[in-house]
């Protein structure tokens, strides 16, 4: 049973710092094209950042360039999203899903770790 769990939230002040992980079972991540994504109340869920199992590559939304930084440690089997200068409009919930590579959806999903940002 492939299983993504994801930790790490909490509640910071604007300007803070958090790091999110994101611990695979039944699967690979060195294998998987791993993505975090965010959902704010009463908004969509919108991607965050990723990061191939090919090359390594990242990508980021506009809103947090610079900002946040998504890594991979095959070792543990586990994606982290490393947030600083956090911002009040970073209040969301957080998940991490995984797709094959040339995949286009993504079909595991973690349940979510809350972030509240306090201004």
């Known amino acids: 049973e492939v299983q993504l769990v994801e930790s790490g939230g909490g509640l910071v002040q604007a300007g803070g710092s958090l790091r999110l992980s994101c611990v695979a079972s039944?699967?690979?991540?060195?294998?998987?094209?791993i993505a975090w994504f965010r959902q704010a109340p009463g908004k969509e869920r919108v991607g965050v950042s990723c990061?191939?199992?090919?090359?390594?590559?990242?990508s980021y939304a506009d809103s947090v360039k610079g900002r946040f930084t998504i890594s991979r440690d095959n070792a543990k089997n586990t994606v982290y999203l490393q947030m600083n200068n956090l911002k009040p409009e970073d209040t969301a919930v957080y998940y991490c899903?995984?797709?094959?590579?040339?995949?286009?959806?993504?079909?595991?999903w973690g349940q979510g770790t809350q972030v509240t940002v306090s201004s």
């Open positions: 990061i191939s199992s090919v090359d390594d590559a990242t």
């Open positions: 899903a995984s797709r094959e590579v040339g995949a286009a959806e993504y079909s595991y």
């Open positions: 039944g699967l690979s991540l060195d294998e998987y094209v």
